[in-house]
């Protein structure tokens, strides 16, 4: 089987861990004020986390005969919080959208599609949580937290 595809698919995958590790990192270090102490630790997890997956794909790159790459893409900062949240939910999209194209190319490879979907699976749970701190919604009150006077 001619894998030629799917490593130069895998090598852009790799380019974007890479960017994240960068990304993640630099916003880790930039956030200021009160959510610094909540925010900090959290996009070093992300680039601990995007790490993870430069490692999973630069060894599966070799295992299919490839080269992994050892650049990155251009990354995004701000010292805004809420336009780094912004710039983490693009980032973890994207990542979803390339996972999904190089599942699609693998098919008929089933142990290379499961690993792919495990790490697409985090990329998904990182859309998710992106999704969740930038939504602006009113907190609500739940009728069982209501009370009612008693005559």
Do not use: C
Not at 22 to 38: L, N
């Amino acid at each position: 089987m001619d894998n030629t595809a799917i490593i130069a698919e895998l090598n852009e995958i790799l380019k974007h861990e890479w960017t994240g590790v960068a990304q993640y990192a630099q916003a880790s270090f930039i956030i200021e004020g009160v959510w610094r102490e909540v925010y900090a630790s959290h996009f070093l997890g992300d680039a601990k986390e995007s790490f993870k997956h430069a490692q999973l794909i630069g060894e599966k790159i070799v295992a299919l005969g490839g080269v992994p790459v050892a650049t990155r893409n251009e990354i995004k900062q701000s010292r805004e919080l809420q336009e780094v949240l912004q710039f983490s939910l693009e980032f973890e999209e994207k990542a979803v959208a390339m996972y999904t194209k190089v599942i699609e190319m693998a098919e008929g490879n089933r142990p290379l599609v499961v690993f792919l979907e495990d790490i697409l699976k985090e990329e998904q749970e990182g859309v998710d949580e992106y999704t969740k701190l930038l939504r602006q919604s009113p907190a609500k009150q739940s009728s069982a937290d209501t009370s009612s006077k008693v005559g």
